[in-house]
């Protein structure tokens, strides 16, 4: 079954205590990319992926990185994670000519204590 | 950054009832895409629009591109309570950015 797979799906975790998001596609799509997504702001994207190592910012990078050594995952990495971080994240992929047109994973809920 | 406004921000309707929802922009795209959220799930693409004027239906669901190219439009006819959830506009910044910008959302509740 095509799928975008992130893990964990929910996650508490303390001010300044390193953790990473993992994201892993099936559908050997160039393109990935992470959202955060808030109440009344809607999705707004951190980093995105146009292929195997090449990363770029989005609207949202600060306190985020994020690699791509491999086509099928993407990881997000909190270094130094903090309050205003808590979210719910979302992973997305898709092919390269049409990456308008993302596949979404089910979402990592993530508070910040 | 980049903004796409969504209208309304929320709406409570009757099973039965016809749904109309816009989002509009001060730049213009090239295209813009339509996406459901389920409650609890990730965001999925309903519609996709490529060319000024277009009206394209998926079932129930109708999305029309502005002839502006700064605007677009979903309708849902005739709702049932599986409509429930937040719909979403988005928009590619342009053709090889791979930046995608989305909507503030419209959160659809019905009531059987």
């Known amino acids: 079954e095509a799928q975008v797979t992130q893990n964990p799906r929910y996650l508490i975790t303390v001010t300044g205590k390193k953790l990473t998001v993992t994201c892993s596609q099936n559908?050997?799509?160039?393109?990935m990319s992470w959202y955060r997504q808030d109440p009344g702001l809607g999705l707004r994207q951190i980093y995105y992926s146009m292929n195997v190592e090449v990363t770029d910012k989005g609207d949202v990078p600060e306190g985020y990185k994020v690699s791509r050594k491999e086509k099928r995952n993407f990881p997000l990495i909190l270094e130094s994670p903090s309050p205003n971080q808590t979210s719910l994240y979302f992973c997305a992929s898709s092919s390269g000519t049409e990456w308008g047109i993302q596949y979404f994973g089910a979402g990592t809920r993530l508070s910040v204590l | 950054g980049q903004q796409l406004n969504q209208s309304p921000q929320s709406m409570f309707i009757q099973e039965g009832e016809d749904v109309s929802m816009n989002c509009t922009s001060s730049?213009?795209?090239?295209?813009w895409l339509w996406y459901k959220q389920d409650p609890g799930e990730g965001p999925v693409l309903l519609i996709a629009?490529?060319?000024?004027?277009e009206l394209t239906s998926n079932g129930r669901l109708t999305a029309q591109f502005g002839i502006t190219r700064k605007d677009s439009f979903l309708n849902i006819s005739a709702s049932i309570p599986s409509d429930v959830g937040i719909y979403f506009c988005a928009g590619p910044l342009s053709s090889n950015t791979g930046k995608l910008i989305f909507g503030q959302g419209t959160t659809l509740q019905v009531k059987p």
């Open positions: 730049s213009i795209f090239n295209t």
């Open positions: 559908m050997n799509h160039e393109y």
């Open positions: 629009l490529y060319k000024a004027g």
